[in-house]
Nanobody
C-alpha cells in the first residue's frame, strides 16, 4: 500500500508555469506506475499524464502534450508534473494516483491509490 500527498498547486496567470509534486510513502513506490489526473467543477476526472515504474514510458493526452511533463524520482519516492504555458482551461483539482504493476495506464479505474488533490487556478 502507498499513501500519496500532492503539493505545489496555486494561482498562476495564463502563460505561466507550476510544478506539482506527489510524495509517496513506503519502500515500494518504485513498483507502481503513476499518473496525474484533474477534475474541474462539473466535469469528469481526466488523465493528464502517466508514467511507468521506471519513467521510461510516458503518456500525455493532446490537451497537454508539449506543455506538461511528468517525471519521477524513485530514490525520493516522488513524482512531478511540470506545467508550462498554462491556460485558463487547465484550472482544476489535480490528483496523483498509483497503479499496482509497472505498466502505465490511461484508465483512471486502473489506479488503486489516490492523493487528496491540489488546486490549480489559472487566471485569464
Amino acid at each position: 500500500q502507498v499513501q500519496l500527498v500532492e503539493s505545489g498547486g496555486g494561482l498562476v496567470q495564463a502563460g505561466g508555469s507550476l510544478r506539482l509534486s506527489c510524495a509517496g510513502s513506503g519502500r515500494t513506490f518504485s513498483t507502481y506506475a503513476m499518473g496525474w489526473f484533474r477534475q474541474a467543477p462539473g466535469k469528469e476526472r481526466d488523465l493528464v499524464a502517466a508514467i511507468s515504474w521506471s519513467g521510461a514510458s510516458t503518456y500525455y493526452p493532446d490537451s497537454v502534450k508539449g506543455r506538461f511533463t511528468i517525471s519521477r524520482d524513485n530514490a525520493k519516492n516522488t513524482m512531478y508534473l511540470h506545467m508550462n504555458s498554462l491556460k485558463h482551461e487547465d484550472t482544476a483539482v489535480y490528483y496523483c494516483a498509483a497503479k499496482e504493476g509497472r505498466l502505465l495506464s490511461r484508465v483512471g479505474n486502473n489506479y488503486n491509490y489516490w492523493g487528496q488533490g491540489t488546486q490549480v487556478t489559472v487566471s485569464s
